[in-house]
């Protein structure tokens, strides 16, 4: 069975700074894909940024970034310039094919003004 | 383009009550897909949907949980009867065509209190 960790249950930043959310996940599998989905306290999941485990590229959604680390089973997510709509829980998740989606616990941040 | 829409937004009953949840997936998404969240966690899958037909119902409790999807396009999950466990808020997901790694469009959810 798949599995996803998210070691920091809460994260707070400054405005305008960076922030690093950490992602591990656990499979047995050689292709799959990655994606961290926002949710503000509205409650609806948002996409913010997805990865084919086949491509070493990391993926890049304006402000967002991750840091792709097969090897280690790794998939940390940055926010570069972090604006206070950013405030909000952080989910990891993993995906084989089109089955479901494997979440972490989820981090929930929090950007100061 | 509209969303995944979910009614209701929020649902109180009492326990050994029924409820229903309704969906309506993006159009033109094929594969629709029910989530339970629970308080603090990642939501987990209940059911998956390839057009109407149910490719994985294996979280779904059976013994009184129940989805259809019978025109392969909006669906409607139901609880009967409720218990007090089940109060948690009901994600429901679709994605285009079900290929791999096809993104999910989440609607906002319905939370439900069982009293």
Redesign the interface.
């Known amino acids: 069975a798949q599995t996803?960790t998210q070691s920091q249950p809460e994260m707070s930043v400054q405005e305008a700074e960076t922030v690093t959310l950490s992602c591990t996940y656990d499979t047995s599998e050689s292709?799959y894909?990655l994606?961290w989905?926002k949710q503000p306290p509205?409650?609806?999941?948002?996409?913010v940024i997805?990865q084919?485990a086949y491509k070493q590229q990391n993926a890049t959604e304006n402000r967002f970034s991750v840091n792709f680390q097969k090897a280690a089973k790794s998939f940390s997510l940055k926010i570069s310039d972090s604006q206070l709509g950013d405030t909000a829980m952080y989910?990891c998740?993993f995906?084989i094919?089109?089955?479901?989606?494997t979440?972490?616990?989820?981090t929930r941040l929090t950007i100061i003004p | 383009e509209a969303g995944v829409v979910q009614s209701p937004r929020y649902k109180i009953i009492e326990k050994k009550q029924p409820v229903a949840f309704w969906c309506n997936p993006i159009s033109g998404h094929n594969t629709l897909y029910w989530y339970l969240q629970n308080l603090g966690q990642g939501p987990e899958l209940l059911i998956r949907y390839e057009n109407e037909e149910a490719v994985d119902d294996s979280q779904l409790p059976k013994d009184r949980f129940s989805a259809e999807r019978l025109k392969g396009v909006d669906s409607t999950l139901k609880i009967q009867p409720a218990e007090l466990g089940d109060s948690a808020v009901y994600l429901c997901a679709s994605s285009q065509q079900g290929a791999p790694g096809d993104t999910q469009y989440f609607g906002p959810g319905t939370r439900l209190t069982v009293l």
Do not use: D, H, P
Request: aromatic share 20%; hydrophobic share 40%.
């Open positions: 996803v292709n894909y994606f989905y509205s409650r609806q999941m948002i996409l997805r084919e989910f998740a995906m094919g089109n089955e479901k989606l979440f972490g616990t989820g």
